[in-house]
């Protein structure tokens, strides 16, 4: 799995959350028809959205913390000798 940006994890963490706070304002629409042409879309329960908060939180826990100032240990050459 590539590891994706903390930005682009930060932004899907944020849009979960705002279809989370919109499904508890009301009904949420599941089909739409404009000139002829309609859309489905799949119906999201409050568990498929927390599910997905959970994963998306725990992706973004796992990152490295580079962008935060902390930099990754560095390795060092060793050096090798050896005589004949």
Excluded at 3 to 9: A, L, N, S, V
Excluded at 40 to 65: G, Q, V
Aim: proline share 6%.
């Amino acid at each position: 799995m590539s590891q994706r940006p903390r930005t682009e994890i930060e932004a899907d963490l944020a849009a979960a959350r705002a279809a989370r706070s919109a499904m508890y304002g009301g009904p949420v629409v599941t089909e739409t028809t404009r000139d002829g042409r309609g859309m489905k879309f799949k119906h999201l329960t409050l568990a498929d959205l927390n599910t997905a908060i959970a994963d998306l939180a725990a992706e973004l826990a796992a990152l490295p913390d580079i962008e935060g100032g902390t930099p990754p240990r560095l390795r060092r050459a060793i050096g090798l000798s050896w005589k004949n």
